[in-house]
């Protein structure tokens, strides 16, 4: 049971990436599934998440309107397309997933991590 996200790298402001997180072993059918980033000496934050059993969405303020949470669940992929980057989203992102997040942007609330992936926004 694993998951592992891939798509980040250097990218200037204004720019675009997308983040993906497979799962291995289990299906998201039954979870939330969110993304993290944290900066190092700062505290992991929650930056959305998308629930697998209906679909509904969360994003913290301030991603709002610039990224969007996805998934495709013939794959087993949720995705996370980051627009209008600016260098405060600078650091590594995490895909985490959990079967009942009470409170989706609290990290203590998901049992299963990925490894990270690093976003670099060059301003």
């Known amino acids: 049971v694993q998951l592992v996200e891939s798509g980040g790298g250097l990218v200037q402001a204004g720019g675009s990436l997308r983040l993906s997180c497979a799962a291995s072993?289990?299906?998201?059918?039954?979870?939330?599934i969110g993304w993290f980033r944290q900066v190092e000496g700062k505290e992991r934050e929650g930056v959305a998440m998308?629930?697998?059993?209906?679909?509904?969405?969360y994003y913290a303020d301030s991603v709002k309107g610039r990224f969007t949470i996805s998934i495709n669940s013939a794959k087993n992929m949720v995705y996370l397309q980051m627009n209008s980057l600016t260098s405060d989203d600078t650091g590594t992102y995490y895909c985490?997933?959990?079967?009942?997040?009470?409170?989706?942007?609290?990290?203590?609330?998901?049992?299963?991590w990925g490894q990270g992936t690093q976003v670099t926004v060059s301003s």
């Open positions: 998308i629930s697998g059993y209906d679909g509904r969405t």
């Open positions: 985490a997933a959990d079967t009942a997040p009470l409170v989706w942007a609290a990290p203590d609330e998901y049992r299963l």
């Open positions: 072993g289990f299906t998201f059918e039954e979870y939330g």
